[in-house]
Structures are given as C-alpha cells and as structure tokens.
C-alpha cells in the first residue's frame, strides 16, 4: 500500500505516478536515508562514560571494570552501526551521502568517525590487552591506523570547507571538529606508550607523534576559540542548538593539559632511556608540562562554566535537536580526567573528590542524553528521511542513468565509425605497393 504522504509526493514529480518502482518508501529506507555523521557523538559520549571511570582516583576495582566494559562494548556497537548505515547510504543515496560530506554545516561532523575511533583504541589498551587477547605491537599499530586515518579524513574535509566562505555570525567552536583528530593524537599516544617499554625505539617515535600533532590540533583550535569570542562580542550567547557548540570549546585546552602532562610523564624515563637531549630534559618536560597543563586546565573549566551558566535558557528544548547535546559529554573528558592527574601530582583529596562529582555528573548525563535521543529514534524526530527526499534522490539518479547511456551510445558509434574508415582506406590501398 502506498502511503497518502508518498502518493502526494509521486503526483507532484512527473513520471513518477506510473512507476512500481516509487510506489512505496520503507522505513528503513527512509532511515538509512536520513542517518548523518552526527551520529558519531552518541558513541563518543558512550567513550567518554568509561574513559572517566577509569579515571577515577582510587579505582574501586573490578566491579566498576566491568561496568566500562559494557560502555566499551556498546561504543563498538555503535561505531559499527553507524559506519554500516553511512555505507550503505552511499551506495544506495550517493546523492545525499555527497550532501552530508559538502555541507558547511553538517560536513564538520564527518571528522567524528576518527574521534570514535580514537575512544574505542582507548578501551581496547584498558580493557582487551589485560586479558591478552591483544598484544601491545597491535595496539602500536592501532596508533599508526589512528593517525593515518586522521589525515586521511581532516585534511579532504579541510578542503572542502574552506573552499567556500563561511558567515562568522553563524559561527560555532564545533567548526574546530575539522581539526579534533589531529588533536587528540597527542591522548592516544600517551595511551599507548603506557603498554610500549621506554628503551623500545618505537616508544620515542609514538612519543614525538604525539606531541607533534598535539600541538598542531591545539593551535589550531584555539584559533577557532579566539573567533568563537569575537562572535559571542557581536551577537551575544549562543543560542538554540548551538548552544551546544558552547562546550566544545572546553576540549582544546582540557584535552592538551591531559596529553602534555601525561607525555611528559612517559618522556621521562623515553628520554633517560635514550639518553637525548640532556640528562635532565626528562624532568625539564615534565616539570614544564605541569605548568603549561594548570594553565590550560584553567582555561578549559572556565570554557565550561562559560557555557554552562547560560546554557538552560538559551537552549531550545526541541527533541529533533537532541544529537547537538551529546557535547555536553565528550569535549569536557579532558580537564575531567586532568582533575585526578592534578591530584596525583599535588596529592591533594580535593582534586580527586572533585573529579569524582564530575564523573557521576557525566554518568548521569549520559542517562539523560541517551533516554531522550532513544525516544527521539523511536518517534522519527531524528535519523528519519521524508518520503520525498528519498524519491527526489532516487528520481534524479534514475534521469540522470539515460543521459550517461547515451553518452556512451555516442562514443561506441564514433569509435565503430572510425574502425570503419580505417578498414575503408586499407582496403582502397594497392596490394603491391611495399615492392614499388
């Protein structure tokens, strides 16, 4: 049976009325249709829940380990899921898959496959290499996977973006997620280099990476941050749901505090192994590291608050925008998780009570985010194409499949014709003529 809604779109589009082919639209078409790369979010924030309670100060053990496993499962479910569906859209909608990469204001979100990618690396060194189902020169290679997939993806994405010009009154700190990727090498390599011995030779390259690129992501976005000020100057608070772009910003510096403090932690025994530099730059890095990691950590609680207070009545309380506060979870796991490793340092019980709020605050949010964003599935408020962008799709593809066999009807008739009138001339040619 043919919907009312389907059958008012295939009226309006001449030549489809008549076609068996548009006359029904399933639902999963239509999801398929209309999933986005702003479903990415969902598992980072499911990333973010087990990140932050591994990082609790002291860890109660494996109750709780078994608690992020499951988190660490359904990120990976979710990675998949979303990878699957977008593939599948590409094959069977390419039009709209192109659509979504081109867009200026949902192609910033293409990068977040890379930062999923990143969250799962994280689980699997914390809960996959214990068990020794993994070895740590596979987690080394996941490391090289990261960042090559990084560029791969930043790099065209960049591309395409600054191609065209952008309005800066319109701007949000989520355009930096064109950049996040490169970012966040800096958290995975010092993930990594807690499985590698310092005296391996590939220790001091995961360790240069990841400073490298962490420094490149940082500076990068903090110029976006600097323009994400000039804008609230002209056009006050963010509002709607880009209110929700307001705790992106939290991630530069609470992500780079984390990976400077952490990198230097590891440099110093990589650097003493090596013997580089000097004998004390171990301890130079670190010490330094601390206090670049409290500045920016300042920084980024201040970004936090920044959004935060006037977040509740500028936001727009809309079920179909419930995927724009998922950055209400994974932008702030870096001065979260940066709490606890203050309180290592200083040894300071406020830094760890402190971080504990955090993590049950992030725990309970997730809650939240992840009940409404189900109900919002399950109503079709999100990841729910119409029937009539589904046909317009599949319509224009169908017109466009007669021009491209014509095309190639025209370019085998020319080459026959051509076959023909060299056969014509060696034919007319005099069959002695090499003796003369």
């Known amino acids: 049976m043919l919907s009312k809604e389907a059958s008012d779109v295939d009226r309006s ?19 398929i249709h209309g999933w986005s790369w702003q479903a990415f979010p969902i598992g980072m924030g499911t990333g973010a829940v087990y990140v932050c309670l591994a990082g609790i100060h002291p860890h109660p053990g494996l109750p709780l380990t078994m608690v992020e496993t499951v988190f660490y499962f359904l990120n990976i479910a979710l990675f998949l899921l979303n990878s699957t569906t977008l593939l599948l859209q590409l094959i069977l909608y390419p039009r709209q898959a192109k659509r979504l990469i081109t867009d200026p204001s949902k192609g910033i979100f293409v990068p977040l496959i890379v930062l999923s990618f990143a969250t799962i690396i994280i689980g699997t060194i914390n809960y996959v290499l214990p068990t020794g189902h993994v070895s740590p020169t ?15 993806v930043c790099f065209p994405m960049l591309m395409i973006w600054f191609n065209k010009p952008h ?34 030779p590939r220790a001091l390259g995961v360790l240069l990476t990841g400073y490298v690129f962490q420094g490149l992501g940082f500076f990068m976005t903090f110029f976006y941050i600097c323009i994400y000020i000039i804008r609230i100057m002209t056009t006050g608070f963010l509002e709607g749901h880009q209110a929700n772009g307001a705790f992106v910003a939290c991630g530069p510096p609470g992500f780079t505090a984390l990976a400077l403090i952490n990198l230097a932690e590891q440099g110093q025994d990589i650097l003493a192994a090596h013997n580089l530099v000097s004998k004390s730059a171990g301890e130079i890095w670190y010490a330094s590291s601390v206090l670049a990691g409290l500045l920016l950590f300042g920084l980024a609680v201040f970004f936090f608050l920044f959004g935060a207070l006037p977040y509740w009545f500028k936001l727009h309380k809309h079920l179909d925008e419930i995927l724009g506060c ?11 998780l940066t709490i606890g490793k203050l309180g290592d340092i200083f040894h300071l019980q406020g830094f760890y009570v402190w971080n504990l709020v955090m993590v049950i605050l992030m725990c309970a949010t997730w809650l939240i985010l992840f009940f409404l964003t189900a109900i919002a599935f399950w109503k079709g408020k999100i990841f729910m194409a119409t029937p009539e962008e589904i046909i317009r799709d599949v319509h224009a593809s169908e017109k466009k499949k007669p021009k491209d066999l014509e095309m190639a009807l025209v370019a085998s008739t020319s080459q026959v014709a051509v076959a023909l009138v060299r056969h014509s001339d060696a034919s007319e040619r005099p069959s002695g003529h090499f003796g003369q």
Do not use: H, Q
Not at 17 to 23: D, G, R, V
Not at 138 to 152: A, H, K, N, P
């Open 138 to 152: 596979f987690i080394y290679c996941l490391f090289w996977i990261y960042v090559g997939f990084g560029l791969l």
């Open 167 to 200: 309005d800066l009154k319109t701007f949000t700190p989520a355009w930096a997620f064109l950049v996040f990727p490169m970012m966040l090498v800096g958290v995975v390599a010092f993930n990594v280099l807690r499985v590698l011995p310092p005296e391996d």
């Open 326 to 336: 998922w950055a209400l979870t994974f932008p702030n796991v870096g001065w979260i």
């Open 13 to 31: 589009i001449p030549g489809l009325a008549m076609n068996p082919k548009f006359t029904k639209v399933s639902n999963i078409s239509r999801r």
